[in-house]
């Protein structure tokens, strides 16, 4: 089956890409392009979806560059392939052509940054704990500091849980309220004590206050779309002993 590919006319031409599960080599619970080397998956499955996603980007499978992604603010700079042990981080930037730096998600916020005329670009792994922290926030940062401008970066968030499919609890909404009190508006009342939250909107709303040039959601829901994502929310409301990984990829 042949690689489905999201891409948002924003960031061209700068290639990109947010894959969906759609033409992998996975089975099971896996099944189609699970890309997380972290799961139970075969790990000649995905080294095989991973292969299928550098062919897609048009790089060696060793300049797909990811990191240990751990929830955290953490950017890391890259200017070369890397060996050996992953560093733990949540974002990664550079300004080197060749290099396609790669997000693997699963309900999180994927998010592809570039500003075309300096030639940097970035990704990030904005899940509600690192989105909260800064880690979008630290990435324009860094890419800043490789000579882009904040104003000319362009951000789009690829598939995620939208707000209908994200039931939190009141603890929750604590977190972000001692935060901002203006947090409350990415808040929906659910049943009882239950919230539903609104975590595009915040990575927008995050974006915005950064400065950022354009900024975009696709529109994307992770949960309410099996045949085409990965949930981990759903895997876990169906009791799946695991869950695939997503990636999303952008390269000069």
């Not at 759609?22 to 189609?32: Q, V």
């Not at 995620?160 to 309220?177: H, K, T």
């Not at 009882?192 to 529109?219: C, N, V």
Request: proline residues 5%.
């Amino acid at each position: 089956m042949t690689l489905e590919i999201l891409t948002s006319d924003m960031l061209s031409p700068v290639r990109h890409g947010f894959f969906s599960r759609r033409g992998g080599a996975s089975s099971g619970i896996f099944s189609g392009l699970n890309c997380g080397t972290g799961s139970s998956d075969l790990a000649e499955a995905v080294a095989l979806n991973r292969r299928r996603v550098a062919d897609a980007m048009e790089v060696a499978p060793d300049a797909l560059i990811g990191v240990h992604q751990v929830h955290s603010p953490t950017v890391v700079t890259v200017d070369e392939p890397m060996t050996g042990d992953k560093p733990r981080a949540d974002a990664v930037v550079t300004s080197t052509p060749g290099l396609a730096l790669t997000i693997l998600t699963a309900d999180c916020q994927p998010v592809l940054f570039a500003d075309p005329d300096a030639k940097v670009i970035g990704a990030a792994h904005a899940g509600w704990r690192g989105a909260l922290d800064g880690v979008l926030e630290a990435t324009l940062d860094a890419m800043q500091a490789l000579g882009a401008r904040r104003d000319q970066t362009i951000a789009v968030i690829g598939p995620s849980i939208s707000q209908r499919a994200y039931e939190v609890g009141p603890e929750f909404l604590d977190g972000f309220l001692s935060d901002s009190a203006e947090n409350a508006r990415f808040f929906a009342n659910g049943e009882g004590d239950r919230m539903h939250f609104d975590l595009p909107a915040f990575g927008l709303h995050r974006l915005r206050e950064a400065g950022i040039g354009q900024a975009e959601w696709t529109r994307h829901c992770t949960y309410s779309d099996p045949d085409r994502f990965y949930s981990y929310r759903r895997s876990t409301h169906a009791n799946e002993a695991d869950y695939g990984r997503l990636i999303s990829a952008i390269r000069l």
